[in-house]
């Protein structure tokens, strides 16, 4: 199982930005793809992000498209999201998460993954 830890975590007032990076380890085949997702309280944990890891083909949540990014770095094994423009609604937990199911397209459906991270808090104040 694929070993992810999140960094990146913080608070910042509504307009800013944060970037969380997930560092992988313990894999000997490289996860098909890798995404971003986040659960606030009382709230479903939802998909964000996601890449193919193969070609860098992203997938992200309507709710996000324009305001976040999400990038990878094979060499250092790590994936990336840039999150610009924040809002309140965008305070949450935000997990990593890999996974391989034979899909060619990125998925945002936690069912879809098998390994998690711990999370890392994001807190946007107004």
């Known amino acids: 199982q694929v070993r992810l830890v999140e960094s990146g975590g913080g608070s910042v007032q509504a307009g800013g930005s944060l970037r969380l990076s997930c560092a992988a380890s313990?894999?000997?085949?490289?996860?098909?793809?890798m995404g971003w997702f986040r659960q606030a309280p009382g709230k479903e944990r939802e998909g964000v992000a996601a890449?193919?890891?193969?070609?860098?083909?992203?997938n992200y949540a309507d709710s996000v498209k324009g305001r976040f990014t999400i990038s990878q770095d094979k060499a250092k094994h790590t994936v990336y999201l840039q999150m610009n423009n924040l809002t309140p609604e965008d305070t949450a937990m935000y997990y990593c998460?890999?996974?391989?199911?034979?899909?060619?397209?990125?998925?945002?459906?936690?069912?879809?993954?098998?390994?998690w991270g711990q999370g890392a808090q994001v807190t946007v104040s107004s």
């Open positions: 998460a890999a996974g391989s199911d034979g899909t060619y397209y990125p998925p945002l459906l936690t069912a879809q993954y098998n390994s």
């Open positions: 313990g894999y000997i085949y490289r996860p098909s793809y």
């Open positions: 890449i193919y890891t193969q070609d860098n083909t992203p």
